[in-house]
């Protein structure tokens, strides 16, 4: 059986690099046109266009704010022509944070974070629900949560592993509220992942530390990552709606 994407419309956030990059372009490979949002590397999401060509549109938005987030919906629905089959909210931010910071500050990255891993995702699933809501075929959403949503992080990282946590119950409230109008809604909890984000941990700790903490014998990639969002995209894993796939390399097996 082959995973088939084809005619489906995706918006995929944080698309064109790092583990977005890898389901952009998985998705493309199965079949679907994709919107590839990206924030502020121009560079990257130009790269992705040219290899994909049509089969990707780029739209830039920083998700920072609710006024970007929105236009970045309306935008998409917009180049689709009214017709959204899929979302997977990829994009987020890991800001390390002192716990010994002063009160503002640590607070100021607090709210960067929700901004972004929390605020963005719930906004684009309410847009996408209603969306949904209104085509006879339904749609999905994939939210990328973490390992750090159920094993804990380090800490430095309360805020984010806080953030993961609430996309797990938002997609799992999501499966349950809306499946009877043919809505589905996953969550995909990577572990350490090899891109831009898991560098700075690499460079501080050094890779066999990484390496020393997972069952398998070498790193997750994004392409290890991007097989199973297009499979929850395809329709064929519909009835695990609210369930959540670990991609740990048997780092965090509960
Ligand atoms: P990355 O840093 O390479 O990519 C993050 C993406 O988020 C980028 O495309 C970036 O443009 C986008 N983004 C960040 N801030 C934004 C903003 N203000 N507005 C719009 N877009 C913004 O990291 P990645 O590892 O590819 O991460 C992708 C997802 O996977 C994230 O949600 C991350 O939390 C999650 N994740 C990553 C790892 C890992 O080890 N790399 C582990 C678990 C979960």
């Known amino acids: ?84 089959d899929g979302i997977v909210n990829n994009a987020g931010i890991a800001l390390s944070s002192d716990i010994n910071k002063n009160a503002i500050e640590w607070t100021d990255d607090w709210l960067k974070t929700m901004d972004v891993n929390v605020n963005a995702v719930g906004l684009l699933c309410k847009r996408s629900v209603v969306q949904f809501q209104k085509q006879e075929n339904g749609g999905r959403i994939v939210n990328i949560s973490s390992r750090a949503a159920f094993r804990g992080d380090t800490a430095d990282y309360l805020a984010y592993a806080t953030s993961k946590g609430a996309v797990v119950s938002l997609t799992k409230s999501i499966a349950r509220a809306f499946g009877k109008q043919n809505i589905k809604a996953f969550t995909v909890a990577p572990g350490f992942v090899r891109t831009d984000m898991a560098q700075p941990f690499i460079d501080q700790y050094g890779e066999g530390f990484a390496l020393d903490d997972i069952a398998l014998t070498k790193l997750t990639e994004p392409e290890d990552v991007s097989p199973t969002i297009a499979m929850l995209i395809s329709g064929l894993m519909d009835h695990a709606t609210g369930t959540t796939i670990d991609i740990n390399a048997g780092s965090y097996v509960h």
């Open 1 to 84: 059986m082959k995973i088939d994407c084809s005619h489906q419309h995706i918006l995929v956030t944080g698309g064109t690099r790092g583990i977005g990059a890898a389901i952009t372009r998985t998705l493309v490979e199965c079949g679907a046109t994709v919107i590839a949002h990206y924030n502020r590397n121009e560079e990257s999401a130009q790269k992705l266009k040219k290899e994909l060509g049509s089969s990707i549109h780029l739209i830039k938005a920083d998700l920072s704010g609710a006024m970007e987030v929105a236009r970045l919906f309306s935008e998409t629905l917009e180049y689709f022509d009214g017709r959204l």
